[in-house]
Nanobody, 119 residues
Framework: QVQLAESGGGLVQAGGSLQLSCVAS????????MAWYRQTPGKQRELVAR???????NYADSVKGRFTIFRDNPKNTVYLQMNSLKPEDTAVYYC?????????????WGQGTQVTVSS
């Protein structure tokens, strides 16, 4: 099992910045990637940014150049630095971890943190 705990959400004005944190605990070995997703009411959860165990990253087109995902391995923490925030970034942000297993990849999710960007 992997437990994920997000923090750092809140209310910010358009153009501002926030940094989300996700602390992972539990059976952390064989985690192959961690990511941030977001979801708004009535819409599917969408990938925002992902970082693999090797350090490769990828981003949704809508956040490229504004958001940065990075990790602190000794602290088992993944961060999402969000700059130049827009009202359309408003969503619940979820931390995700993918762990390999004999039966296939396993997904773990945090409880989510609300980000609200006012215009």
């Amino acid at each position: 099992q992997v437990q994920l705990a997000e923090s750092g959400g809140g209310l910010v004005q358009a153009g501002g910045s926030l940094q989300l944190s996700c602390v992972a605990s539990g059976t952390f070995f064989s985690v192959v990637a961690m990511a941030w997703y977001r979801q708004t009411p009535g819409k599917q959860r969408e990938l925002v940014a992902r970082i693999t165990s090797g350090g490769s990253t990828n981003y949704a087109d809508s956040v490229k150049g504004r958001f940065t995902i990075f990790r602190d391995n000794p602290k088992n923490t993944v961060y999402l630095q969000m700059n130049s925030l827009k009202p359309e970034d408003t969503a619940v942000y979820y931390c995700n971890a993918v762990r390999g297993s004999l039966g296939g990849p396993l997904d773990y999710w945090g409880q989510g943190t609300q980000v609200t960007v006012s215009s």
